[in-house]
């Protein structure tokens, strides 16, 4: 059985039967509830943070097993979609913001699974022009799976971490005051004084859903970087999202004065 489109009960507007899913009984990912998803990647992802803009839910169902889920929704700064591709309207692209798989999912499993959210993101939401996901240096790898699935690179950059007892905090929440108060922020001041300061690379790979959309990207296309050695584990690192084997391993610099809050 070739993979199709999951088609729900409920029809659309002018009769159209929405996609709820793609794939077949083997591997397809297929929309679940907000809070399972949410649930799943508290309880199994590296950051044990879900990102509370998301609004897309697949579960990732292998051999009618649910073994991941991607969530997707908006980037940090919701609004920043114009400054990547000219044009582009709030509700005009996703970012990849969460994804994990259980160790038990087959080899390359995730790059199949973001190529078929990819597949039902482009009919089920068919205003979207373009996806956004980045490869975190904190777990080791770069980008691996979404090289295979067809994403392109769009350069790297350097962002701040904080790690506070295993738990990363990124430099937008002791620094930006609309974060002030929340329970991220309220984490970081109670553990400040044990905080562990990480510069590490962060790199941006995009889809495009149609060539015309590439061409009005404001940011220029690079080579892939080295994916690193080829037997590398396929189930550690930020990618698969698996709890990397030890959070804190990482070349650390210790904060050398408190932080003005």
């Known amino acids: 059985m070739s993979a199709a489109y999951i088609l729900g009960d409920q029809s659309e507007m002018f009769g159209a039967v929405r996609a709820v899913g793609f794939g077949d009984d083997s591997f397809r990912v297929e929309e679940i509830h907000r809070d399972q998803a949410n649930a799943i990647i508290k309880r199994n992802h590296y950051s044990r943070k879900i990102v509370s803009s998301s609004t897309v839910h697949l579960g990732v169902f292998i051999g009618g097993e649910l073994l991941g889920v991607l969530q997707f929704g908006v980037a940090m700064n919701p609004a920043s979609g114009g400054s990547i591709v000219t044009g582009t309207g709030i509700d005009e692209y996703l970012e990849l913001n969460r994804m994990w798989l259980d160790d038990f999912a087959p ?33 080791g790898l770069n980008g691996k799976v979404y090289q295979a699935a067809n994403f392109r690179f769009y350069g790297e950059h350097t962002s701040i971490f904080w790690e506070i007892d295993g738990e990363f905090f990124h430099n937008s929440i002791p620094t930006n005051s609309a974060r002030f108060g929340t329970p991220g922020h309220q984490r970081f001041v109670a553990g400040q004084d044990r ?32 994916v690193g050695p080829e037997d590398a584990p396929e189930t550690i690192g930020c990618e698969g999202g698996a709890t990397p084997p030890d959070r804190s391993n990482l ?7 408190a932080l003005d809050l």
């Open 195 to 226: 905080a562990v300061k990480h510069e590490l690379r962060q790199f941006r790979y995009l889809f495009f859903m149609a060539p015309r959309f590439a061409r009005k990207c404001r940011l220029e296309r690079k080579p892939f970087p080295a």
């Open 107 to 139: 080899h390359c499993s995730e790059s199949r699974a973001i190529s078929y959210a990819v597949k039902f993101i482009r009919r089920a939401y068919p205003k979207v022009r373009w996806i956004q996901s980045f490869a975190d240096e904190r777990c």
């Open 251 to 257: 070349p650390a610099k210790p904060v050398q004065e």
